[in-house]
C-alpha cells in the first residue's frame, strides 16, 4: 500500500470515530480493557479445535506470544479514538498483515478469529445493564471489521509480491542447480549406490546403510530441486522411486540371504538409473533467469533469502526435521580494506564463501547477504551438526592465510551466531535470532561460534 491509500485509511478510521462521542469511544476502550483477556482466551479456545489452524496455534510457546500480541492489538485498536493516532494504527495493521503473509496463515482463518471475538463481544454486552450496549457494540464492530479490512489489502499485497519472487526463484534454482549441481549429484547417487554394494559384497553382517532420502543426492532433491521444479510429471515420480529405494535399503541390511540380496541390489540399481534418467530430463531448462547469485563470491544473494527460509520452515514444521542457521560475518573487515585495499578485502570475502562451500551438503543454502555478512541455512541439521559446521569454518578461516596482489599476506578471522528453529513460524524470528547471536559473538571476543537458546542463559561455543 503507498501513502497515498494509507493516508486514504487514516482518514476512514478517523470518519469512524467521528460518528461517536468521547464519552461512547471511552466506553468501548474500557469495555475491551475490561474484557480483553476472556476475548482472547475465548479466540484460541475455539481456534485450536480447528484442523486447520493446528499448524500454526499448536505450539505451546507461540499461543503463548500470539496471546500476549492479539491481547495488545485489541488494546491499541480500541485506544486510537481516544489518543486519534489514526496512521499509527493504519500501519499497525499494515505490518500485521505483512506478518500473516509472511507466515502464511490464509487470511480466512483470520476473520474466523475475528468472528469468534465478535461473538464473545456480544454475548458480554448481552448480560450487561449498560443502557449505551447497543452503541458499543456498533462501534466495536466497525473497528474489527476496519482493521481487518486494512490487514487484508496488507497481506494480499504481500502474498503477491511473495508469489512473484517464488515463481522466479523456482526458475533461478533450476538453473543454478543446471550450471553447479548436475555432475555433483549424479557422482553422489552413484556414490550411495557403490557404497552399498561394497558392505553387501565384502561379507559385512548386520551392517547399515544411510537411508537415500537422507543421503547428499536425496536431501538435494527434496529440498532443492523438486521446488525448483514444482509442478513437472518426473518430480513425484522420483521421490516415490527415493522412498521405495528406502524400503529395499531397509530389507537389504536385514537379509543373510545371498540370491535375495542379489535381487534386492539389482532392484535398487533399476531404481537408481530410473531416478537419474528422469533427474536428467528435469535438467533441460534453457530459460533466461535474472540472477540470484552475487558477482562475487557466487553464492546467493537476499533475492531469495525470505522465500528460501520460509520454505524450509514450511518443510520443517509439517516433517518434525530440525533446521539451523548460521549468521556469518568478517571481524575487523575495514581495517582489511584500509591496510591492504579493496581487492584483498574482496579476496577475504570469497575465502568465507569457499569455507561455506567446503563445509556444507548439497541441499543447504549459503547467501552472501550484504558486505562482509553471510548467512549459511542447513536443512535437516539439529544444532550439534550446525555448531560443528561453525567450528569448522571459524577454524578454516582463522588458520588460512591470505595473499594480496602485490604479495601482501594476512590472516583474519569470523564471527558466528548459530540458532536451532524452534517452531516460530515467522522466518523473521528465526533470522533475528540468529543475527542476535551473531552481535553476541562479536561483543563477548568474536573469533567465536555463539548458539542462540530460546532462554536466557545462551552459552558459548569456543575452541
Not at 493516532?85 to 498483515?97: C, F, L, N, P
Not at 553422489?188 to 561394497?198: A, G, K, R, T, V
Not at 557466487?298 to 533446521?323: D, G
Request: proline share 1%; aromatic share 10%.
Amino acid at each position: 500500500m503507498n501513502n497515498e491509500c494509507m493516508a486514504m485509511l487514516a482518514e476512514q478510521w478517523k470518519h469512524i470515530c467521528q460518528n461517536y462521542s468521547s464519552d461512547d469511544l471511552l466506553h468501548a476502550f474500557q469495555f475491551i480493557q475490561e474484557h480483553s483477556l476472556v476475548l482472547v482466551e475465548e479466540f484460541y479456545k475455539k481456534m485450536l479445535v480447528e484442523k486447520e489452524s493446528a499448524e500454526f496455534f499448536s505450539d505451546d510457546i507461540i499461543q503463548q506470544r500470539l496471546r500476549d500480541t492479539l491481547n495488545q492489538w485489541l488494546l491499541e485498536s480500541f485506544s486510537v479514538g481516544i489518543n486519534k493516532s489514526y496512521s499509527d494504527a493504519v500501519e499497525k495493521q499494515r505490518m500485521v498483515g505483512h506478518v500473516h503473509a509472511r507466515v502464511g496463515i490464509p487470511s480466512w482463518l483470520i476473520m474466523r478469529g475475528v468472528r469468534e471475538i465478535e461473538r464473545k463481544m456480544f454475548e458480554l454486552l448481552n448480560n450487561s445493564d449498560t443502557k449505551s450496549a447497543l452503541t458499543t457494540c456498533s462501534y466495536i464492530i466497525q473497528i474489527m471489521g476496519f482493521a481487518t479490512e486494512i490487514m487484508c489489502r496488507s497481506y494480499e499485497a504481500k502474498t503477491v509480491a511473495n508469489q512473484e519472487v517464488k515463481h522466479s526463484y523456482r526458475l533461478f534454482s533450476a538453473m543454478q542447480d543446471v550450471a553447479v549441481q548436475k555432475d555433483k549429484q549424479r557422482s553422489s547417487l552413484l556414490d550411495w549406490e557403490n557404497e552399498l554394494m561394497f558392505k553387501v559384497f565384502t561379507g559385512n553382517v548386520g551392517f547399515k546403510h544411510p537411508m537415500l532420502s537422507k543421503s547428499e543426492f536425496g536431501l538435494w532433491f527434496i529440498h532443492k530441486a523438486s521446488y525448483a521444479f514444482s509442478g513437472s510429471d518426473q518430480v513425484k515420480l522420483i521421490i516415490d522411486r527415493i522412498y521405495e529405494v528406502d524400503k529395499l535399503n531397509e530389507i537389504v541390511t536385514q537379509c543373510y540371504e545371498k540370491e535375495q540380496i542379489l535381487e534386492l541390489i539389482q532392484s535398487i540399481r533399476d531404481l537408481n538409473r530410473e531416478i537419474q534418467h528422469l533427474v536428467d530430463q528435469l535438467f533441460q531448462v534453457s530459460e533466461y533467469i535474472e540472477s540470484g547469485n552475487d558477482s562475487l563470491t557466487q553464492l546467493l544473494n537476499r533475492r531469495y533469502l525470505n522465500t528460501i527460509v520460509s520454505r524450509e520452515i514450511t518443510y520443517s514444521r509439517q516433517n518434525r526435521t530440525p533446521l539451523s542457521l548460521l549468521a556469518i560475518d568478517a571481524d575487523f573487515f575495514k581495517s582489511i580494506n584500509d591496510k591492504f585495499g579493496h581487492a584483498a578485502g574482496d579476496l577475504a570475502l570469497k575465502f568465507i564463501a569457499e569455507a561455506l562451500q567446503k563445509y556444507s551438503q548439497g541441499s543447504d543454502y549459503a547467501f552472501r547477504v550484504g558486505g562482509e555478512e553471510f548467512l549459511l541455512l542447513l536443512v535437516a541439521t539439529d544444532l550439534e551438526r550446525a555448531v560443528n559446521i561453525a567450528e569448522s569454518i571459524r577454524k578454516y578461516v582463522e588458520h588460512g592465510m591470505i595473499t594480496s596482489a602485490q604479495g601482501q599476506q594476512f590472516k583474519f578471522t569470523v564471527s558466528i551466531g548459530c540458532a536451532l528453529y524452534d517452531g516460530h513460524p515467522d522466518y523473521q524470528k528465526f533470522l533475528d535470532t540468529a543475527d542476535t547471536a551473531l552481535y553476541a559473538a562479536k561483543n563477548t571476543g568474536r573469533n567465536r561460534v555463539y548458539i542462540a537458546k530460546t532462554d536466557p542463559q545462551a552459552s558459548l561455543s569456543n575452541s
